[in-house]
């Protein structure tokens, strides 16, 4: 019977992250295959080819940052995002949201390249992994310590959360890897001994 649900639970652990996958990429391309086609539909009719409408997303994302890209759209944008921005409940959201996907933005990545890191306490055996989120103070409300520190965020276990801390520059000490392996290391709290292909 322990080896049965040994079996058991190396096979959930081995179809699990392959089936939420599939479903997540299923969910996204059957959603937006039914959005598109809304549209499609009164021009083309009964017609369909498979793929018709993901195709149609995809010109419309490409369509948009096309027109944000210039400086008339970007001004109406402002305008557009007025309502999102004011409304109490929904500008934390909104702003949060934007926040998230303007530092995955090229911009924001020419202007701060995304760094892992260890920060080491100074006289203390203690190793903590992080991710630097912003090299310098500037811009920051007054009443941080004065020094060349920055902001390190220290990502918790199981994505419950995560800490940022704004330490002196030379605590940290920069190392070979990237956000994306630190991230997926951080999510199941570093218990993986297997390299990832």
């Not at 996204?28 to 598109?36: D, G, Q, R, Y």
């Not at 991710?131 to 276990?157: C, W």
Request: glycine share 6%; with cysteine; charged share 15%.
């Amino acid at each position: 019977m322990k080896r049965l649900s040994q079996y058991f639970l190396r096979g959930l652990i081995t179809i699990l992250p392959i089936g939420l996958t599939i479903y997540l990429l299923f969910t996204l391309v059957a959603w937006s295959e039914a959005f598109a086609m809304q549209f499609i539909r009164p021009i083309v009719g009964n017609f369909y080819i498979p793929g018709l409408g993901l195709i149609l997303m995809a010109c419309i994302i490409v369509l948009a940052g096309f027109l944000i890209s210039r400086d008339a759209t970007a001004r109406l944008l402002n305008w557009v995002e007025l309502p999102f921005t004011n409304i109490p409940v929904v500008k934390s959201v909104y702003n949060s949201l934007k926040s998230f996907a303007d530092y995955f933005s090229p911009q924001h990545r020419e202007e701060t390249a995304q760094q892992v890191v260890i920060l080491r306490f100074p006289d203390q055996p203690i190793e903590i992994v992080g991710l630097i989120t912003r090299n310098h103070m500037q811009g920051l409300p007054p009443g941080f310590l004065p020094g060349d520190r920055v902001a390190v965020y220290l990502p918790m276990g199981y994505m419950i959360g995560g800490y940022t801390v704004f330490v002196p520059r030379d605590w940290l000490t920069p190392i070979n890897m990237s956000v994306e392996e630190a991230m997926r290391s951080s999510l199941i709290a570093w218990m993986s001994t297997r390299k990832t292909p």
